[in-house]
């Protein structure tokens, strides 16, 4: 068959758009090889920078037209390195955000302007070069996922920059716009990393509710992988920072139990024996309940509590069911520089001696049913004003259960039983009674059985 030599022609290679239209696609390879080092020539002459940034704009133009994407890629970065060599920063904002807002720029050619003029930000020529180049990268990232990376390292260097001035408020903001949780591009490692620096800023401006916030970002199952012991510690200090203010003793025994279990921490002595005391001190300051008494027990069996002088002891009185007296080592408890100092130290020291009074009348109602409340202040050493406000208070919590009987004096631990109460622990206790009759009547039977045998 004859087939015309139109049909025969090679079709020019085409690229589809955003839209799902096919463009034609242009090779100028050697236009761009011809007219990058005339720009080069240029921009070395005295005052020809502007001339060879003009030049590559009109063949940025070509090859954006002519989706020939390599060399549109080979044309904005020279452009933007020209204006690098130069020195001249202005002439580099201008430049990146004219190649950007540039008609239906391609997102290879936008990456690419970032990616090169985010490494000269550090070689700014002073701080106001330096802060105009990253605002102005910033402005180009906003809103564009494929450099979202890129947008959140430059918001660290903005936040850097506003917290040099001593400004924590706007560094402290600036963090905030970014919610870098959300963004795929970054490992867990840069993405924790980002997080701690917004905690600590807020934690900076005392701004403790938004602190608890953004630390609920943090899924700390991260930690249990191997490298991330750093940022454990470093985000275990800023949680103490957080609890602190807010005076939770579990929370805080918690955060510093984490940290002694860090291997970097157990395999410093130092480090391991200051977070072991931070943590028995605030767990004995933490109210009482499952998971303190846990926590507890825990630490009084813990190996590693002998090598630290006293703390083997107190563990030791607070694990069993005695009343405990002065002199047992609330000074030298107290003394640790994790109790902080000022009104902390007189905050602890007050919560300390709560804390053992509500201990010793745990005890005592676990061995008395009643007692007068001469007998129990004397026991507690309390006056009788101080012993009816801290019973008052354990009573509200429901830690223990009392009822005080202030004209005959008389406290009583036991609750009353009602008739059908009563009456069913009779019926218990007969069935046990019964139980052990039946059973040592079984034995004896038996034994004269193997008896008689003989």
Same mark, same amino acid.
């Given at each position: 068959?004859?087939?015309?030599?139109?049909?025969?022609?090679?079709?020019?290679?085409?690229? #589809?758009?955003?839209?799902?239209?096919?463009?034609?696609?242009?090779?100028?390879?050697?236009?761009?090889?011809?007219?990058?080092?005339?720009?080069?020539?240029?921009?070395?002459?005295?005052?020809?920078? @502007?001339?060879?940034?003009?030049?590559?704009?009109?063949?940025?133009?070509?090859?954006?037209?002519?989706?020939?994407?390599?060399?549109?890629?080979?044309?904005?970065?020279?452009?933007?390195?020209?204006?690098?060599?130069?020195?001249?920063?202005?002439?580099?904002?201008?430049?990146?955000?004219?190649?950007?807002?540039? +008609?239906?720029?391609?997102?290879?050619?936008?990456?690419?302007?970032? /990616?090169?003029?985010?490494? !000269?930000?550090?070689?700014?020529?002073?701080?106001?070069?330096?802060?105009?180049?990253?605002?102005?990268?910033?402005?180009?990232?906003?809103?564009?996922?494929?450099?979202?990376?890129?947008?959140? +390292?430059?918001?660290?260097?903005?936040?850097? #920059?506003?917290?040099?001035?001593?400004?924590?408020?706007?560094?402290?903001?600036?963090?905030?716009?970014?919610?870098?949780?959300? !963004?795929?591009?970054?490992?867990?490692?840069?993405?924790?990393?980002?997080?701690?620096?917004?905690?600590?800023?807020?934690?900076?401006?005392?701004?403790?509710?938004?602190?608890?916030?953004?630390?609920?970002?943090?899924?700390? /199952?991260?930690?249990?992988?191997?490298?991330?012991?750093?940022?454990?510690?470093?985000?275990?200090?800023? #949680?103490?920072?957080?609890?602190?203010?807010?005076?939770?003793?579990?929370?805080?025994?918690?955060?510093?139990?984490?940290?002694?279990?860090?291997?970097?921490?157990?395999?410093?002595?130092?480090?391991?024996?200051?977070?072991?005391?931070?943590?028995?001190?605030?767990?004995?300051?933490?109210?009482?309940?499952?998971?303190?008494?846990?926590?507890?027990?825990?630490?009084?069996?813990?190996?590693?509590?002998?090598?630290?002088?006293?703390?083997?002891?107190?563990?030791?009185?607070?694990?069993?069911?005695?009343?405990?007296?002065?002199?047992? @080592?609330?000074?030298?408890?107290?003394?640790?520089?994790?109790?902080?100092?000022?009104?902390?130290?007189?905050?602890?020291?007050?919560? #300390?001696?709560?804390?053992?009074?509500?201990?010793?009348?745990?005890?005592?109602?676990? !061995?008395?049913?009643?007692?007068?409340?001469?007998?129990?202040?004397?026991?507690?050493?309390?006056?009788?004003?101080?012993?009816?406000?801290?019973?008052?208070?354990?009573?509200?919590? @429901?830690?223990?259960?009392?009822?005080?009987?202030?004209?005959?004096?008389?406290?009583?631990?036991?609750?009353?039983?009602?008739?059908?109460?009563?009456?069913?622990?009779?019926?218990?206790?007969?069935? /046990?009674?019964?139980?052990?009759?039946?059973?040592?009547?079984?034995?004896?039977?038996?034994?004269?059985?193997?008896? @008689?045998?003989?």
């Amino acid at each position: 068959f004859f087939f015309p030599s139109r049909f025969l022609e090679a079709e020019p290679t085409k690229t #589809m758009n955003s839209d799902g239209q096919f463009e034609e696609k242009r090779d100028l390879t050697e236009e761009t090889n011809q007219k990058i080092p005339q720009a080069e020539g240029l921009a070395k002459s005295a005052g020809g920078l @502007g001339s060879a940034i003009e030049l590559l704009m009109g063949l940025e133009k070509q090859c954006r037209v002519g989706n020939d994407l390599p060399n549109l890629k080979r044309v904005v970065l020279r452009a933007v390195q020209l204006c690098k060599e130069a020195g001249d920063y202005e002439k580099l904002v201008e430049t990146c955000d004219f190649v950007v807002k540039r +008609r239906s720029q391609k997102n290879a050619a936008v990456t690419e302007v970032v /990616k090169e003029a985010i490494t !000269y930000v550090e070689g700014a020529p002073d701080e106001d070069a330096k802060m105009k180049l990253v605002v102005c990268l910033r402005d180009i990232t906003d809103g564009r996922i494929y450099v979202e990376a890129q947008r959140a +390292r430059l918001t660290l260097t903005l936040a850097a #920059m506003h917290e040099a001035k001593g400004d924590i408020t706007n560094a402290a903001a600036v963090l905030q716009e970014v919610h870098v949780e959300t !963004y795929g591009s970054l490992s867990k490692k840069e993405k924790l990393e980002f997080i701690l620096e917004q905690i600590r800023l807020v934690l900076a401006k005392k701004d403790w509710v938004r602190a608890h916030i953004v630390s609920q970002k943090v899924n700390r /199952k991260v930690f249990l992988d191997e490298g991330y012991g750093e940022l454990k510690i470093r985000f275990f200090t800023l #949680m103490v920072e957080y609890f602190r203010s807010q005076k939770d003793a579990f929370e805080l025994c918690s955060a510093y139990c984490e940290m002694y279990k860090t291997p970097s921490v157990q395999e410093d002595p130092a480090l391991w024996k200051e977070a072991l005391q931070a943590t028995v001190v605030f767990t004995l300051l933490a109210p009482h309940s499952p998971e303190q008494q846990t926590m507890l027990h825990k630490l009084a069996e813990d190996e590693k509590v002998e090598a630290v002088e006293g703390l083997k002891g107190v563990l030791k009185l607070w694990t069993r069911n005695e009343i405990i007296r002065e002199g047992w @080592g609330a000074q030298e408890m107290l003394s640790l520089a994790v109790i902080g100092e000022g009104d902390m130290t007189a905050y602890w020291t007050d919560m #300390m001696r709560t804390r053992v009074i509500q201990h010793n009348i745990r005890v005592v109602a676990g !061995y008395y049913q009643r007692v007068t409340g001469t007998r129990l202040a004397e026991l507690l050493g309390l006056g009788a004003d101080d012993l009816e406000k801290h019973l008052s208070d354990m009573v509200s919590e @429901g830690d223990v259960y009392a009822r005080i009987d202030r004209p005959n004096d008389l406290i009583r631990f036991a609750k009353d039983k009602g008739s059908e109460e009563v009456l069913s622990d009779w019926a218990s206790d007969i069935n /046990k009674l019964l139980g052990l009759v039946e059973t040592t009547t079984h034995a004896i039977s038996k034994e004269m059985m193997v008896v @008689g045998g003989k």
